[in-house]
Each structure stands twice: as C-alpha cells, then as structure tokens.
C-alpha cells in the first residue's frame, strides 16, 4: 500500500525518477505507447505466420483478411463508444440482425430479386434509421432511468433476438438483387468495399473521439460522471448520444452482414459478441471507461484477423483460433501489468 | 507569542542542545521509565529522493503525542519505518522501551504493540463489527470452526474498556465513520498495542465525534498506551497532545510542549513561513448586489433565506455540517430547485433547469468534494480545465479548436500557478492544492460573475491555503462577487467581508471580523 503522502511527494517534482515514470504514463494514456506494444505484436504475427505459412505473404491473404474483418470491425466500433463511458451494450449483434432484417424486408417488398438501387438506398435508410431508434430508446433508458448499461441491454439483447426469431421463424431470409452481392463481394482499386465502409467508420469515430466535444465528453462521463455532470457537461445527453450512435453503427453492420452473406439470419454474427468485447480491451480500451483509442483498438482488431486467417491456412481448426484469440488476451493483459510495474517504478512498493 | 517550544527549533534544523529536545521531561526526568518509542538519527531515501532526513523521535508510554507536518513532509515514511514496512538507511536508531532492534520486519513490530489506524481504516465493511475486532482470532495455519461466542467477547470487552456500545453483529458499512474508527481502534486493543498511531483521525468528523474520539484516546493513554497523531490538520492536535514533533521537508523542525505553542505558530512551523492573519475585511456594502436572494426554501434543506453577494465582496458563511450550506449552493448553481423564494443576479431573476443553465448566467461553483465531483481525478489537467468551456472551443462546428484549448491551457496554468509536469497528466499526480488551483481555473475559464466556494482548502496544506486564498481576494478586487463556504471558522473570519453563520437551515446571525473577535465567532457557532 503506498502511503497518502507518496503521491504528494511524485507530485511534487523533486525526485529525479518521479518525472519519468509521469511521461511515460502519459505515453500510455495518449495511446501511443498502445500503438508502439501493439504493432509490434502485429509485426511478430505477421514474421511468424509468413515465417511458417509460404501462401501467408500474398495479395489473397491480405484481401481474405480485408474481406472477413469488416462485420466483427464494425461491431467493435458499436461497442467501443459504451465501453469508453463506463457501459457496454450487449445488444449490438441482434440489434444489427433486426436492421438487417428490417431491410431484407424493405428490399422484399420492393421487389425482391428485382428490386432496383433505390430500393436498396430505402432499405439501408431503413435499417440505418431502425438502429438510430433502437439505440436512442436504449440512451434514453440508460441516461435517465440510470439503470446499468448492462441490464438495459441484456434485456435489449434478449427482446430483440425473440423479436427476429419470432418475425424469421428461425430461418435466412433472402432473394436479393445481384448488385447487392456485388458490394459485399466487390473491390474498389482492389481494397473489399466492406473494408472500405469499415475504414470509413472507423475514421469517423477517430474523428468523433479525438476532436469531437462529444468524444471529449464521453471520455469524461467514462471517468466520472458526476463531476462532469457538475462541471455543466449535459450527461444525459451525452449518454443518449452514445448508445443511439452505437446503434446506428450496428444498423451498418448488419448492412455489411446482409451483403456479405446474401442473406439475413437472426443469429448472424452472435459468436462476435464477446469478441468485440475482447478486441476492444486488447486494444488497450480500459474496462473501466475513461480511456481507450480507436486506431488501437482497430489494429487489434488487424490482429486477431490475422491470426485468424494465418491458423486457417495452416489448416488448423477455426475452434483453434477462438481459443489462441482468448490466450492472446491473457497474455496481452499480463504483459500491460509488467510493463505498468516497471513504470511505477522501485519507488512504490507492493 | 514566543513561548519555550517555538524558541527550542530555531529557524529550520533541530536545536542541537538538549534544551530543544525535550523541553517537557525535566520535572520527571530522574524517575522517567524508557521511552516507549525512541528514534534517533533516522534517514530513509528512495532512489534520489529524501524521505526522511537525521529525524529523532520519541513517545512516552502513555503519551498523547502529535507528529505534525503538511503533506509529503515524511509522516507517512516515519510510520512505515517504525511499523517495519521500510528499513531505515544504515546508523539509524530504533528502540522500544528502552531496547534497541535491527532490523524491524512488520511481524516484529506488531509484536512489539505497533498498531497504524490508517485514515481508510481498512476495515472489513461487509462483516460485522465483532468479525472485525476479533478477526484475528480467525487467522492462522490450521482451519478451525471460528467460534463466534468468543469473538464477541472479545469485542464486547474491547469496547467496553472504551467505553462504547455498538451492535456486535451491524455492518461495519452501515456504521458512522466515528463508529468505524472505535471499531479499528479496538481491533489495535486486540492485538496488545502499546502504540497506537493514526493517520489523519479527524478528517472525516465532525466537531462532536472529534470529542467523542479525543475521549477514546484519553482513555488509551490513561490505560499506558501511546497515541501518535498524524495529522495536517492544526486545530484539534493541540487540544489534547502533551507533545508535539513537527516535520517540514523530510526533517524535524522540532518537538514542541504542547500549551506553549500556538496554532499560529504551529502552522508557521510546517509550512516554514510566516502565516498572514490579518483580518482582510472591507465593506462592500456601498457596491452593486451581483447575486441576490430573496425568501429562499427547499424543504428539509434550508429556510427563509435571504442575503445578497455584491460586487467585489467575499461574504462568508459557515456553521456546522449539515447547517445546510451545501444544499443551498447546489440550488444557486442549478443544481436543485428551490421550494419558493427567487434567486436574482444582477438584479434580474433567474429561473435555473440545470448547472449549465447557472453556468452561463455567470454562477461557478467549487465542490467541497474535489476528488468525486470537483475534478475528473483520471483525466487530464488539460481536459479538466477546459471541460466547462467546450462550447466555447468549437471549430466548424463539430470539431474543438485544439490550439485554442491550448492556449486557454497554457494560460490558465501560467496565470494560477500550477505546478505541472505537462498539462497532459492526470489530475491525480498533482497535490491537493494544485489541484484545487485546477478546479479553480476550470471555473475562472467561464468567466463568472459569481463565485461559490464550497470548503475550498478540504486537503490543502496549510501553506497552499494561504496561496488559493490570495487568489480569491485578488478575484473579488477584480470585482467578482465570492460566497466563501467552510466550517473552518477562522479561515471564513480571515479572509471573507462579511460573515453568515447558518444553523439548522436558517440563517442564524451575520458577523463582521473587523467588529468581532473570532473567538467570539467560535464560540456562537460552537455553542
């Protein structure tokens, strides 16, 4: 236990270790000393899969990883914002098949297999509107109901996916026009057009958390609600800010799923659930809000994608890649508290 | 005054004649059995950095004894090497009663009746108040049904010889913090302390349980067990110690007879420079009122109120916790909305749904609880000096100007003086009253045409005090319009115009310093 006055004596500057172990602490929080662990992690991944996979180095690796990291990337970003504010929002997989689901059927009533391009721009205006609402109700509960994050969207999660289950009776619902597939399956300058749409997301929310007084506000609310609440920050409504942006990026992941797979299936993608979760927190996100960046959280997400895609080509089972992907939290985690430890240096013991 | 004790340090080292060491223990001298504790030449370093530099000390068995310092003077450094937490550096000297040790593990200091009653306690909050006496009886290799009928003895016995009666089995979380400290007071009895130190006793109480406590100690001390205080708090040590230690950067200035020094004194002592008590009062009355306010009400808060800020003014208000002052100011700053009556700023009325409402009215407002609400501690000084002010910072609309925000950064930080490593550390790694210095600075940054300072040096040394204070007079010459808050009574007698003293949400009386004493003041508020 470090007394109350060791702080006090850091704080006060006369130690010749006290400024350094400061600096770097504020490496740590600026999020590039995340960057620097994590794409050298990235760089041994990728040295030990082309190391040991001759086909790992080429076009089609980097395309099958561009093509499959979009949906579980889009999530992610979904969950990143409630985690940053101290929440989280378990409904971020269901509420991307019900938007899924609600422009399956807009494009059905369109004229399915014939259904022309504006069709397609009503029903992904639909979707993206569905999860705007899903995700504003969601707000508006957590915000001023005050009810946990966690309770108010399990419950979302579980009214959702009986929703979808009841309207699908279980089953795929497709018959889409071909262009559709096209964008799930086509490339622009030879770069998927999901990643793409995923790039895109993930710039916008660099640019919302980074530069945004939103963004600056959810980092607070994160920390400590209360004193921003009582520095004039309106909390509500940057909560409900939160969980309805949440759910407009789960309304674009469940476009992304729709296109991709040619079909809307309630239950789509409910295995990326708790990965998202996991990806957030290997990307240096605290699970205690407050702290966390997107760039980082987006290369652990290139992370697990390529471990992912490595293990496939050596042949090894996808089941494999699950349960690398948890021990490489474990690891990732053990090695952040040494690393914290060797900052903190000899002067606070225990 | 210069009485024997303030005569015996000298300006900065210990006196190296025995006249200042001791200036007490002539008379029992001859007779006087070992010291219970005795230090001598202590130094302790981490890395670069002194803790502790040559620091003597000693306590007699049953003494009352005060080691007085500000923060980061080496008290806590000083505890952790009696209680064998830390190894001082080599040739420094420890005894119990009169024996020397090497060596000391904390396993051999609890032996030798070393007990620490942190500030936090470390209390089980979950179990009950027998559990935590006695929980030691739980301990041990082997497991054994824990018989509980003999755990409350235990418990029963140890706060019956404090004199006390709680429930054996109530929670300790649901306990009063005063309560809580009996109970870790009796679990120090369990474990045949000889002596007792505590880190900051009094933070937490009000001024009833610090009887209550001073009490508890009297009745150690009269049972041959030591109290040591560790305290940066002046008021109450005085009261009751026989002696004094006073650390200042890492040293011992000296030790001091307790009746011959005064606060006064004392706090020139720790802080090493001379303390302004000048009373500062002016009579602003002939000014403009800025914030007026008429019959205000809010049921089971506050009643009937009605005074006016005017324009360079620092009205003062103070009176007992729970006297309503907080309340009061949560619904000046919109916080909460008042029952009847009207709150008018520059004579207009204002009809407040949320802070952010008071916020751009021209109402800032300084918690009393800086660590949860007054400062986001994790985040950044910079993002903390400018969170009130986003709106001010935007960019195109969507975007925060970020050269603008670091230039209001910069500003601020140069203009108050806060000592910071960058503006991109966290709150946490400054000291109490940097921190308040921040808190000040984000509430400047709005601009406000009235400033409402809730206990505003609650963990600020004694010298960062008198710094945030000429901060304030300095605002209110400006001409801004200050409603000071504390239950530090002299701090309000020295540095506000006027002074209200609120009791049982009423205002009870209005005082100026220039025409009362401030013992007077005491004594009313007190009563």
């Known amino acids: 236990m470090s007394g109350p006055e060791s702080s006090g004596r850091n704080a006060a500057g006369t130690g010749a270790a006290a400024p350094r172990g400061l600096n770097l602490a504020a490496l740590l929080r600026t999020g590039r000393g995340e960057y620097v662990g994590l794409g050298f992690l990235l760089v041994a991944v990728l040295v030990l899969f082309g190391w040991t996979t001759p086909r790992f180095l080429s076009l089609a690796t980097f395309q099958s990883i561009a093509f499959q990291m979009p949906e579980l990337g ?215 809000g407050g702290f966390g960046r997107t760039a980082s959280v987006v290369l652990a997400l290139v992370i697990l994608q390529v471990i992912s895609s490595g293990l496939n080509l050596l042949g090894a089972n996808q089941h494999l890649a699950t349960a690398l992907w948890g021990s490489f939290l474990v690891v990732v985690m053990v090695a952040r508290f040494i690393v914290l430890r060797i900052r903190a240096g000899p002067n606070r013991d225990s | 005054m210069t009485a024997g004790g303030a005569t015996a340090a000298g300006p900065d080292r210990p006196a190296a004649g025995p006249r200042g060491e001791d200036p007490g223990s002539s008379a029992a001298a001859a007779a006087a059995p070992p010291p219970a504790l005795r230090l001598a030449g202590i130094s302790k370093n981490f890395g670069g950095v002194d803790a502790l530099v040559d620091v003597d000390f000693e306590v007699s068995p049953g003494e009352i004894h005060c080691l007085a310092g500000e923060n980061g003077s080496g008290k806590s450094t000083l505890i952790k090497i009696v209680s064998g937490v830390y190894q001082p550096n080599p040739g420094g000297v420890i005894e119990f009663g009169g024996q020397r040790y090497e060596g000391l593990t904390p396993g051999m200091a609890r032996r030798l009746g070393v007990q620490v009653i942190w500030q936090d306690l470390s209390l089980f909050p979950h179990l009950g108040v027998a559990e935590n006496i006695a929980f030691e009886q739980n301990l041990g290799l082997l497991p054994r049904p824990s018989r509980r009928s003999a755990m409350r003895r235990t418990a029963r016995e140890m706060l019956g010889r404090l004199g006390f009666e709680l429930d054996l089995d109530q929670p300790v979380r649901t306990l009063s913090i005063a309560n809580r400290q009996v109970v870790a007071i009796c679990r120090a009895l369990v474990a045949e302390a000889s002596i007792v130190f505590m880190d900051e006793p009094t933070a937490s109480l009000t001024q009833s349980e610090t009887g209550s406590l001073l009490e508890v100690v009297r009745r150690l001390s009269a049972a041959g067990i030591a109290v040591v205080f560790v305290s940066h708090r002046l008021v109450e040590l005085i009261e009751i110690a026989k002696r004094i230690t006073v650390l200042r950067d890492s040293r011992r200035v000296g030790v001091f007879e307790a009746g011959t020094i005064t606060h006064h004194r004392l706090a020139e002592l720790m802080t090493g420079r001379a303390i302004d008590t000048t009373v500062h009062a002016r009579d602003r009355s002939g000014e403009d009122a800025v914030l007026e306010v008429r019959g205000l009400r809010r049921e089971g808060e506050y009643e009937d109120i009605s005074c006016a800020v005017h324009r360079g003014e620092i009205l003062g208000m103070t009176g007992l916790l729970g006297a309503g002052r907080t309340e009061l100011a949560l619904t000046l700053f919109g916080m909460t909305r008042p029952d009847a009556g009207e709150v008018r700023l520059d004579g207009a009325r204002l009809a407040l749904r949320s802070n952010r409402d008071a916020i751009d009215a021209g109402i800032a407002y300084v918690s009393e609880d800086r660590l949860t609400l007054g400062l986001v501690q994790a985040q950044s000084i910079a993002d903390n000096v400018v969170v009130t002010v986003l709106e001010r910072l935007r960019r195109l609309r969507w975007f925060i100007d970020s050269d603008a925000k670091a230039r209001a950064v910069g500003d601020w930080v140069r203009h108050l003086a806060i000592r910071v490593g960058t503006p991109e550390d966290p709150v946490t790694t400054l000291s109490g009253g940097n921190q308040q210095r921040v808190v000040l600075a984000k509430w400047l940054a709005t601009t406000p045409r009235v400033l409402i300072l809730d206990s505003p040096t609650v963990g600020v040394d004694v010298g960062a005090r008198a710094a945030i204070f000429e901060i304030v007079r300095d605002l209110a010459e400006r ?49």
């Open chain 1, 74 to 288: 889009i999530l992610t970003l979904a969950m990143l914002i409630p985690i940053l504010s101290g929440g989280l929002n378990l409904a971020v997989t269901f509420s991307a098949n019900i938007c899924g689901l609600a422009a399956a059927w807009i494009l059905q009533s369109l004229g399915g297999p014939d259904a022309g391009v504006v069709a397609f721009a009503l029903a992904l205006a639909g979707a993206l509107a569905l999860g705007t609402f899903i995700g504003w109700t969601m707000g508006i509960i957590v915000a001023y109901v005050g009810a946990h994050p966690i309770l108010v969207s399990l419950a979302y999660m579980i009214f959702l996916r009986g929703v979808g289950e009841f309207l699908t009776r279980g089953g795929d619902i497709s018959g889409f026009p071909e262009f559709v597939g096209d964008i799930g399956h086509g490339t622009a300058l030879g770069i998927p057009i999901p990643f793409l749409i995923f790039a895109g997301c993930a710039a916008w929310w660099h640019v919302l958390l980074g530069r945004a007084p939103l963004g600056f506000s959810i980092y607070m609310v994160g920390s400590n609600i209360e004193a921003t609440r009582y520095s004039g920050v309106d909390t509500r409504r940057t909560l409900t800010l939160i969980y309805t942006l949440s759910g407009l990026m789960c309304a674009v992941a469940g476009v992304v799923m729709l296109t991709r797979f040619n079909s809307v299936r309630v239950g789509h993608g409910e295995a990326y659930l708790l990965i998202t979760v996991l990806a957030c927190f290997l990307g240096g996100v605290d699970p205690f």
């Open chain 2, 479 to 527: 001409g801004m319009a200050i409603l000071l808050i504390s239950d530090e009574v002299p701090e309000v007698y020295h540095n506000a115009d006027r002074i209200l003293h609120m009791r049982g949400g009423r205002i009870a009386g209005e005082y100026r310093p220039d025409e009362t004493s401030l013992d007077t003041l005491e004594e009313v508020i007190y009563d």
